[in-house]
């Protein structure tokens, strides 16, 4: 597998792999994480241009899965009911999902951010029990809880080299 930027070119297939993992999320019972739609083309094309939106693909070129990787302070994660394992600068990785047709996929995306960066912060929701055991299998630490804009709580994790 091989880790790429994503081009404007990719969004349909994205926005396929996106709609799959809303698809699983809401079939294992976790209802809240992604609304319909979500993410919007414009978001996506909004991480495009921002050299942040990642493809994960095999040796064929064909897509796996997508990720996004910010290196800013996120404000979702300025408040937490807990603490942080340091305050040192960290990247943070949103809307990962995978097409579901090759093991791993999204630990193999995980992993690259974690080998890219010495710290490393996620958010899921508290029901999505495959992210929840990944990041734990990772080497994550459990932090706390941040709030998203509209109020919704997510559990909040950190991974430090150190």
Known sequence: MDIR????????????????????????????????????????????????????EDEKGHM????????????????????WLNEEPYATIHRIAANGKVKGVGQYMIKWVQNQYENVRIDTHEKNEQMKHIVKKLGFEYCGVIYLKNGAARNAYQYSKK
């Open 5 to 56: 930027l994503a081009k404007k070119e990719d969004i349909k297939k994205m926005q396929e792999i996106f709609a799959y993992g809303r698809k699983v999320q809401q079939e294992s019972g976790n209802l809240n994480q992604w609304e319909a739609g979500y993410p919007s083309k414009e978001l996506i094309l909004s991480d495009i241009s921002k050299k942040a939106a990642y493809i994960c």
């Open 64 to 83: 796996l899965g997508v990720f996004s990787v910010f290196t800013s302070p996120d404000p979702t994660y300025k408040e937490i009911e807990g603490s």
